[in-house]
């Protein structure tokens, strides 16, 4: 039975490595115009907004908030929200990034068409850039990945897996061309241990004046 279980674990890992092999050979043009366009949604005053359902959804928001913590300013929309008034959310400025490896979905697709009449630019990060969210798409990047951990080739997870890490890649990319340093990262996270490490110093928590302790020689 123990090996049975290691077996099947390690199928899994192995599964997943491949898939993150082959989505980091497929990194290219469309990867470095994603960063462009985000740079340049950010600098004029926009945002990155992040959409997707389902696992691919779970992903988006992880991605989002890993924007975000880099000063990156990032937010994720559910986008049968957004059919109810969630696409307030959005200007003109913004960048819409939608995440779907089918490119299928139509709870996703049935939002794509009222958030472009914003004006919005929209990035596709899907399997196939003929799918119908690549085609109603202004940039498509791929991550084509060859198949699920799944024994049944249907729950999501080497997908999951390599699109965890090309948000990653993308968090991390935007961090180095913006300049983000260590501490701004700090000033980011100032309740946690994180930031105490990053930023806090002794002048932060010694006491001074007449709460400063003295003892005398004698």
């Known amino acids: ?104 979905t139509d709870e996703l697709l049935r939002m794509i068409t009222p958030a472009k009449r914003l004006g919005v630019e929209l990035v596709a990060i899907c399997g196939k850039a003929d799918c119908r969210l690549g085609k109603l798409s202004d940039l498509v990047v791929p991550m084509t990945v060859e198949r699920e951990a799944c024994p049944f080739n249907l729950a999501p997870t080497s997908t999951t897996t390599a699109l965890l890490a090309l948000g990653d890649a993308w968090a991390m990319v935007m961090l180095q061309e913006r300049g983000f340093t260590k501490e701004d990262y700090g000033r980011f996270h100032p309740g946690g241990a994180i930031g105490r490490m990053v930023t806090m110093h002794v002048k932060d928590i010694m006491r001074s004046g007449d709460r400063f302790a003295v003892v005398s020689p004698d």
């Open 1 to 104: 039975m123990s090996s049975r279980i290691l077996e099947t674990a390690h199928r899994v890992f192995e599964i997943e490595l491949e898939a993150l092999r082959a989505v980091d050979a497929q990194l290219g043009d469309e990867f470095v115009e994603l960063v462009k366009r985000s740079q340049a949604a950010l600098d004029r005053g926009g945002k990155l907004v992040l959409t997707g359902i389902g696992k691919s959804g779970y992903i988006g928001k992880k991605i989002a908030a890993t924007l975000s913590s880099i000063g990156s300013t990032a937010v994720f929309m559910h986008p049968v929200e957004a059919l109810h008034g969630d696409l307030g959310i959005m200007r003109k400025d913004d960048l819409l990034v939608a995440i779907s490896y089918s490119g299928e």
